[in-house]
């Protein structure tokens, strides 16, 4: 059973960081792409950073609203992912989950809350 696992979310204030994490655990194949989402109360869930390959390349895209302050990174040999957020404010405040792709399944994880105060 594949799981996936959030941490690193928490209180901070408007301007500081966090470092997410998303460990991926038990997946048969390897994952191909992993993104970063984030659901605002009372707004939609938003599509803010992916992490894939072209061949042994990785390519990274962003939504706007995060381009420039947020950073994925991932180490595939333990199947993680990381979301490094600089700069916050206090819109970024919501719940952070990860997807995790395989090429065939995807599998997301149940997210990690953060809460950026002004």
């Known amino acids: 059973q594949v799981q996936l696992v959030e941490s690193g979310g928490g209180l901070v204030q408007a301007g500081g960081s966090l470092r997410l994490s998303c460990v991926v655990s038990?997946?048969?194949?390897?994952?191909?792409?992993m993104r970063w989402f984030r659901q605002a109360p009372g707004k939609e869930r938003e599509q803010i950073a992916t992490?894939?390959?072209?061949?042994?390349?990785?390519?990274?895209d962003y939504a706007s609203s995060v381009k420039g302050r947020f950073t994925i990174s991932r180490d595939k040999s333990k199947n993680t992912a990381f979301l490094q957020m600089n700069s916050l404010k206090p819109e970024d405040t919501g719940v952070y989950s990860c997807?995790?792709?395989?090429?065939?399944?995807?599998?997301w994880g149940y997210g990690t809350q953060v809460t950026v105060s002004s």
């Open positions: 997807k995790a792709e395989d090429g065939v399944f995807v599998h």
């Open positions: 038990g997946s048969p194949r390897s994952i191909n792409v």
């Open positions: 992490i894939g390959a072209y061949g042994t390349t990785d390519y990274t």
